[in-house]
């Protein structure tokens, strides 16, 4: 089955510091992959996706994914984190054959320290 | 562009008594419409999707239903609310090969 695993809880950042957080994939064939953060009482908000082409996709709000074939990882990186990327982030992973249907990892809180 | 909308934002319900949310997408047609839930501390569960008009498939078998009675139009419904029902519902739309985007979700409180 299509899974995607975040294996951090809460990621702790320093204002401008670099920002990853972390998600590994389980699927099989190719896997379309994708990026969502969730501000408190809001819907998620699609950042980014990879389905084919360059390793390096760029998304909104300077977000950017790296997809690793070897390593089956799709983390999510900002060079340089901002108070407002406060939020909950979730990777997802397209269930082949499921009618779109997404597996969500179970997200990351990541906090921005000032 | 596409909007979907969601409503009521906020609903505290008894428990035992039924629940009608509804969900409408603009400016696409035949989309994929799926309905999530999140508890508290996170994690989505998908509830039912739907492909077409009165299609509807159901992931977690609950006291919940679905319903889709035009093309972007998606309602989750209950006959009587439980305690469990509590939670934060988000409605998703896409298209092939697109990411889905969400509502701005409903939150449901069962007391």
């Known amino acids: 089955a299509q899974s995607v695993a975040q294996p951090e809880d809460q990621v702790n950042v320093a204002e401008g510091n670099p920002l990853t957080v972390k998600c590994t994939y389980s699927?099989?064939?190719?896997?379309?992959l994708f990026w969502y953060v969730q501000y408190p009482n809001r819907g998620l908000q699609f950042l980014l996706k990879?389905?084919?082409?360059?390793?390096l996709v760029k998304g909104s709000y300077g977000f950017e994914a790296e997809f690793n074939k070897s390593q089956t990882s799709f983390h999510l990186k900002k060079p340089s984190a901002l108070v407002s990327d406060s939020a909950l982030y979730f990777c997802?992973?397209?269930?082949?054959?499921?009618?779109?249907?997404?597996?969500f990892g179970k997200g990351n809180q990541v906090v921005v320290i000032p | 562009s596409q909007t979907i909308h969601q409503w009521p934002a906020t609903l505290v319900q008894p428990v035992g008594s039924p629940l009608s949310l509804e969900c409408t997408v603009e400016?696409?047609?035949?989309?994929?419409l799926y309905w999530y839930r999140q508890a508290a501390g996170r994690g989505l569960q998908l509830l039912f999707y739907?492909?077409?008009?009165?299609?509807i498939s159901s992931e977690v078998p609950q006291n919940l239903s679905a319903s889709r009675p035009q093309d972007r139009q998606f309602i989750l419904s209950s006959k009587k609310l439980l305690l469990s029902d509590s939670g934060f519902y988000l409605c998703?739309?896409?298209?092939?090969?697109?990411?889905?985007?969400f509502g701005p979700g409903t939150r449901l409180l069962v007391l």
């Open positions: 998703a739309w896409t298209l092939e090969g697109v990411a889905q985007y």
């Open positions: 699927v099989s064939g190719n896997p379309y």
């Open positions: 990879y389905i084919t082409g360059d390793n």
């Open positions: 997802a992973v397209r269930v082949l054959y499921g009618n779109n249907r997404l597996a």
């Open positions: 400016g696409t047609s035949n989309p994929n």
């Open positions: 739907s492909v077409g008009i009165g299609q």
